[in-house]
């Protein structure tokens, strides 16, 4: 809708077709103007006839165009299809062009090259060094510490497979493994 409350037009809008509020309660079907008392004062029985003539016909011209308009969609539709074109492949393209409108918008712009100077300026700053240098040499002692842990893990592992309980064990699965593959045989 645009300020001066006329209906959108614009076949591309959300709103497209809906009427401002002030019009939301006339009634449009065919054969209303006969059923409204007139609401101003002084018109004459002619002049009532001719509105309400006129209203007629502006009722049927609604109607027609709905009718117009629904056709097209349909036509555009088919068209579509034909072409191969979908839904989700437009609303890709909407949202690749808007992207791209954003991306090249002033504030956008600004925004960017705002972000890359401060970025500058902590990348150089000396608490960022010094924090990058701790959290690396952290994840340097953290790594040495679970490549440790992970060949004691692995030595101790090596260590029991091979005692004799383990063996004892991997002895007893192997003879019920047999006794329950039998039947299935």
């Not at 002030?22 to 018109?43: H, K, R, S």
């Not at 027609?64 to 072409?83: F, I, P």
Request: glycine letters at 8%; proline letters at 3%.
């Amino acid at each position: 809708m645009d300020s001066a409350g006329q209906a959108d037009i614009n076949l591309n809008s959300p709103n497209k077709g809906q009427l401002p509020d002030f019009m939301i309660d006339v009634p449009v079907g065919p054969g209303v103007a006969a059923q409204t008392p007139a609401v101003e004062q002084g018109l004459t029985e002619a002049e009532e006839e001719e509105l309400r003539t006129e209203l007629a016909k502006v009722e049927e011209e609604i109607i027609t165009l709905r009718q117009v308009l629904s056709a097209k969609e349909r036509h555009c539709g088919e068209l579509k299809r034909r072409l191969g074109l979908s839904a989700l492949g437009e609303l890709k393209q909407n949202l690749s062009k808007s992207w791209h409108d954003v991306q090249v918008s002033n504030a956008y712009v600004k925004t960017s090259e705002k972000l890359g100077e401060w970025n500058e300026k902590v990348t150089q700053s000396d608490l960022y060094k010094k924090t990058q240098e701790t959290l690396s040499q952290a994840g340097q002692k953290t790594s040495a510490a679970l490549s440790t842990m992970g060949s004691a893990i692995s030595r101790k592992l090596g260590d029991m497979r091979n005692s004799a309980t383990f063996k004892s064990f991997e002895d007893r699965v192997g003879i019920i493994k047999t006794h329950c593959r039998k039947p299935f045989e």
